[in-house]
Structure formats: C-alpha cells, structure tokens
C-alpha cells in the first residue's frame, strides 16, 4: 500500500513559469512532510518542510501548501529555472505511530524547466 | 561542514558474496537511517538508529541484513549472501532529531549491483 503518492510521474514548465508538484497521502496519522530534489548521480537535497499544524510554508522561490482535509500537499516553485530540472520526492513522517522520524516517501516527478 | 559521506560509491559483487556498505553521519547528529532506494522509485526505510542504539529495524528485507552503529558514530550496513534481489542505491541519512522535527540529510548513496 503506497501510503505517499505522486500521481505525476513529469512535468514539463517553461523557464520564468510556475512549477507545481503534488503529493497525495493516505495515513492522517502524518504529521510531518518534506519536499526532496535528486539530481542523477547524488542523494536527496532537503528544499521545504511543513508541520501539520501549518498550511503554508515559504522559502525563497519554494512554497509548501499543506491541505489536511484532503490529504494533499503541493510544491510550489515561482519562477522556475533550468537549474531546477531533477526529480522531486515528497516524504511524510508521523510521531504519532513512529517515535523514529521514518520517512515515507513517494515515488518522485521528474521536472524539466525548459529555457 | 562535511555532510553525509558513504563508501563505497558503487559496488559490484557477485551473487551469494557478503558486502559492507560504510555511512559517516554529519558529526553530532544523533539520528541515523538506511534507506534502499530501487530503480525509479523512492526510497524505503530500512532501519533506525539513536546514537548506538538501534531503535527501528523494522524495514530490514530479511536477516541477511544487518546494521551496526557501535560507537554511535559511523554505520555500517552489512548483507550476507547477497541476491539479485538486493541490487538498488542504499541511502544513508542522518538528522539532529533531538530537538523536534528536523530534516534528514542524505549522502550520495551506494549503487550496489548483484551479478
């Protein structure tokens, strides 16, 4: 069961436009959530977090919006740039249901920022 | 300061070898995790360590798979008689959990092939 979903396996923007990644979970006991960025060849960058206590988090260019009613989180990126092409993973954790901070992680979109 | 360091960058063995796949976590930080990531999709918890105690082995494919962080320090992932089964990129990730939710810092992984 794939508790942590990106239904969008790509994406292709224009340079200058707005990126927008989605992530869909299914276990309410997630409280914490994360957006990761992998280029080929390396590990995961931490970009943004947001506790569920928030619906909004920004920093810079990213912005996190967090809608726990319906189990959904985006990633927004304003304005993309080229250097921004990689694939992006969404990730969630629960302190309710696990003292370990285990992330849960979804299968990941690939964005191509065109120039 | 460095961030997390894994060694080897790649490996290949052949089926049935035993293998040890070596994590040198962000200095200070207490949480350690492992985590396998197969081909085009995200990665899968493995297991879980706070300082030398490892807390959350739970994600472990089979007893083949051991981890060990002795000193609380460095960790080293070690699996016996390896399968093709077992060929993916394993993720290392360390966080100063300590203080709340924190974000986890990944190195650059190990491709472990099977022959």
């Known amino acids: 069961d794939q508790q942590v979903k990106q239904n969008s396996p790509s994406l292709s923007v224009q340079e200058g436009r707005i990126s927008i990644l989605n992530c869909d979970y299914t276990n309410s006991m997630f409280d914490y959530f994360l957006w990761y960025k992998k280029y080929p060849a390396e590990g995961p960058t931490f970009l943004i977090s947001i506790s569920s206590i928030k619906d909004k988090n920004e920093d810079g260019r990213f912005t996190v919006f967090l809608n726990k009613s319906a189990k959904h989180l985006s990633l927004h990126i304003v304005p993309s740039q080229p250097g921004d092409s990689a694939v992006y993973f969404c990730?969630?954790?629960?302190?309710?249901?696990?003292?370990?901070?285990?992330?849960?992680f979804g299968q990941g979109t690939t964005l191509q920022v065109k120039p | 300061g460095a961030g997390v360091s894994q060694s080897p960058r790649y490996k290949v063995a052949k089926r049935g070898q035993d293998v040890a796949l070596r994590c040198d976590p962000i200095s200070g930080h207490v949480s350690l995790f492992w985590y396998q990531q197969a081909l085009g999709q995200g990665p899968e918890f493995l297991t879980y360590f706070q300082n030398e105690a490892q807390l959350d082995k739970s994600g472990l494919p089979s007893d083949r798979f051991f981890a060990e962080r002795p000193e609380g320090s460095v960790s080293t992932l070690k699996i016996q008689r390896t399968q093709q089964e077992d060929s993916a990129v394993y993720l290392c990730a360390s966080s100063d959990q300590g203080v709340g939710n924190q974000p986890q810092h990944f190195g650059d992984g190990t491709r472990l092939s099977i022959l």
């Open positions: 990730a969630a954790s629960s302190s309710v249901s696990s003292n370990t901070g285990k992330l849960i």
